[in-house]
């Protein structure tokens, strides 16, 4: 029996549970074939199907955007986009247009001195390989206020009611600005004292349980990267340098001082050795805002020019970026049974990628200001590379985006982390990226393009807390483990 | 000769300069004088006139909208807004739309030790009182991209070209989100280590001048409170407590340590001892954005329903909230010396308070969470009242909106701050506030309505740096004088 962690502040109950896979309710192992098991239970036929053909959706007469029959859920409309900088000058595209804010929400509980996340195995249609680790709770506005008559998302009320629990964490992020308008969610974790019921498909979990099942490709879901993303830690304080990894009386992971995860969490505090400040990183970032102003321009589905239907698909005419299409989901285990959804389908899979470098001692992580239409103040900061790894573009590295080629041929001890990840597959179709995590050599100085800047871990979080990180980037950063 | 103070950080340096009002150019009352004189040189002629006469502007056919012939500066369209909640669940409104990033900059310079800011004395059409104190360049992009075929704004280029100058302040700050819908400014301080010519209307002020001019009604222009507000101070190092006000060898006030200003700097260091975590504040205002999600939904200027035309002005019909007008100005001293343009008039004065209190001895200031259809993200942290003062109103307290009556009603002894403010005469005709700081008896609790929450000094400047806290907030910060 281990002392509770509670008169530890949350940055550092966190990092504990962080640093361990000691679960009294399930090794990883184990927590692998439950995941498994329930993949075979909860399956999911999808199939595409014409548009004309689905059920609650229809092209709005007026416009062509299709749209749901309540008016709820999302809309997917047109845009007609214009800038005034960078090689691309106007574009139309198609965009998911959803402002309702919904709620990925996880439960955690304190069992034993440690922090335990309820974690779920759900399927979405959009999956490319089954069964995922989700947050305790997805779920759309339009979801708990009852549009689709299905049953109410479990456990829904521990954070719509705040005497069930604490908030430990409480932010509103923004997901793909690419594809999406306005998507947001409340990311939030509460803490619960008493009793949680733990229902078929849930389970407890370590977070850092959950940072090992970040190195299995397609299993943790982007929702529940989102959350992770934004759990806060704070420096460690070193008291004895051990040269393994071993534990201590409270089970937890001592790390090594020189692992990487131990310099990440070195890394938090940069006490002023950040090569800017953080009115420098703030000027930098209004800088870009002012310089790249967009308009951007609704327009009906119909009126898009250069995207059209083809094989009921919508997709742009040269075959690049994504398309829209609709399928029909048979599902035994859901609130729905059974339901026709659009989904949007990249054409290519894409390599997201953060390069870390020490400089004066302290990490560094590469940021990028990336511009994108439905970004909430169109510019907002992104990895170090995220670029589509088409056949034809990997063909052709004069056409690769700045560092494309660092990323891709970095040495295998250069690699910090590498793995396939999915997006949301509620709303993306088998849609995959390869998330690395590169080191650079401190010793080489790369002259940097516009737009780009090295900030520490500690002024990445900040900008994270505050909304400033778009979703790839806080992606990546959930799937760095502390161990 | 005093020794330079560029060995000290930026918010040491400016708090020296807050912390004085002496100036080797120019004392204040010969600032007063200066202001004075230029007001009988710069005179503007404002002539209420038909929208239908109104050069360069023009009702667009298809909606009734109000747009410049270049598409250019601003356009006043209308809204139809549906809360689901709050007592007014649906109305119709015209705004503004303003979609480009104008500068509001101020050019900074050392001056044997201190740093002097470089205002104008300018004239806007809408002022109440003639010539305002403003900042060194307001430019919206049009005027700077000289699509008036103006002269192009003096010093404009201190702030483009970043080899001239250092940045010491650069935020994306909104402004009216009741009347504005996305108008954003950058509020930007340089520093100019080179000569600096200064051009007629223009001079030198120390930041306690500035605060100092704050106490006389409409000098200070309202561009100028947003800039300054951005400025960011830190917790002062108290080595000898004084009993009065005298000045060290630096030339500056100690201050009091009993003074409100003392208090005030006292309390940016607030050393974990606020009432709520930032967590808990960040939390609060999360709660309040995925509960008030309003619907706006762009219409035509002439679809507005409860309001229309009358005698040359665009109105509501129960004649409230603000009207729409045109004018036409002449004026001699200005990049364009003879245009029309609209103006909105408010129909009432309004009341702009905050309240303090000393909260387990750290001064804390009541924020509101305020929803307007113009904010950047519907919700933003507002001062504790804020109200129109009509007659109508005033005679029925029932009416009155949570606070008003503390806020009228308070003692002499309890105000820190009471004086009449404009908001910006380029926008609005006559739009005055009665701006109030009113500290309240610590031992007094009060019941807090849902949407108010006490929050620090630092915990305030901290949502204004990311741009969380709306435009009467930061100008009645702006306020505040520190001696």
């Known amino acids: ?102 709620i990925l929400g996880i439960v955690a509980r304190e069992f034993d001195g440690q922090l335990l996340f309820l974690m779920q195995a759900k399927l ?29 998302p479990k456990y829904l009320d521990y954070f719509l009611n705040r005497e069930k629990s604490t908030v430990l964490v409480d932010q509103l992020q923004f997901e793909q600005g690419s594809t ?10 509460v803490e619960v004292d008493a009793d949680v019921p733990v229902e078929e498909d849930f389970r407890w979990f370590t977070l850092g349980q959950i940072k090992q ?17 934004c759990i806060p830690f704070r420096e460690r304080t070193w008291q004895r340098p051990t040269n393994g990894v071993s534990r201590n009386g409270d089970g937890e992971h001592e790390g090594e001082l020189g692992s990487f995860g131990g310099r990440l969490l070195a890394s938090l505090g940069d006490g002023g050795r950040s090569l800017h400040s953080d009115d420098a990183i703030q000027s930098w970032l209004t800088e870009l805002k002012c310089r790249y102003q967009l308009s951007v321009k609704r327009v009906g589905l119909r009126e898009l020019q250069a995207w059209g239907h083809r094989e009921h698909r919508i997709g742009h005419e040269a ?17 729905v049974l059974n339901w026709d959804q659009p989904l949007v389908q990249p054409t290519e899979k894409g390599l997201i990628a953060f390069f870390v470098k020490e400089i004066d001692g302290v990490l560094h992580f590469l940021a990028q200001g990336k511009v994108e239409p439905g970004n909430p103040d169109v510019v907002a900061v992104g990895p170090s590379v995220h670029c589509v790894l088409s056949q034809e573009s990997l063909s052709d590295p004069g056409s690769w985006s700045p560092f494309t080629e660092v990323a891709l041929e970095a040495p ?3 690699i910090r982390y590498s793995c396939i990840q999915s997006e949301e597959g509620g709303r993306f179709y088998h849609a995959e990226n390869e998330y690395r995590v590169v080191e650079l050599d401190p010793s080489e100085g790369e002259r ?30 959930a799937c760095l483990s502390l161990i």
């Open 319 to 335: 075959g690049r970026y994504f398309h829209v299409m609709g399928v029909r989901v048979k599902a035994r285990n859901r609130e």
């Open 448 to 477: 940097l393009p516009d737009g780009y800047v090295w900030v520490t871990l500690r002024q990445l979080t900040e900008l994270l807390r505050h909304g400033l990180l778009n979703v790839e980037a806080r992606s990546l950063l």
């Open 124 to 152: 979405e249609p959009g999956n490319p390989a089954g069964v995922q680790l989700t947050p305790t709770v997805q779920a759309t506005r339009s979801n708990y206020t009852q549009v689709h008559q299905g049953a109410r």
């Open 1 to 102: 029996m281990i002392s509770s962690s509670k008169n530890l502040c949350k940055e550092d109950r966190f990092r504990r549970s962080a640093l361990t896979e000691s679960n009294l309710f399930q090794s990883t192992a184990a927590a692998l074939e439950w995941l498994e098991e329930r993949g075979s239970v909860n399956q999911l036929v999808v199939d595409h199907i014409p548009f004309e053909e689905m059920r609650e959706w229809s092209f709005e007469p007026e416009t062509g955007d299709i749209v749901h029959r309540t008016g709820k859920f999302f809309r997917v409309h047109g845009l007609r986009v214009s800038a005034d900088s960078g090689s691309l000058r106007e574009w139309d595209q198609p965009i998911i247009d959803q402002p309702e804010i919904g």
């Open 412 to 414: 295998p001890e250069a």
């Open 213 to 229: 099942l970040l190195s299995v490709p397609n299993l943790v879901s982007m929702d529940a990267r989102t959350v992770v993303s």
């Open 180 to 189: 999406f308008l306005r998507k947001r969610n409340r990311n939030i974790i």
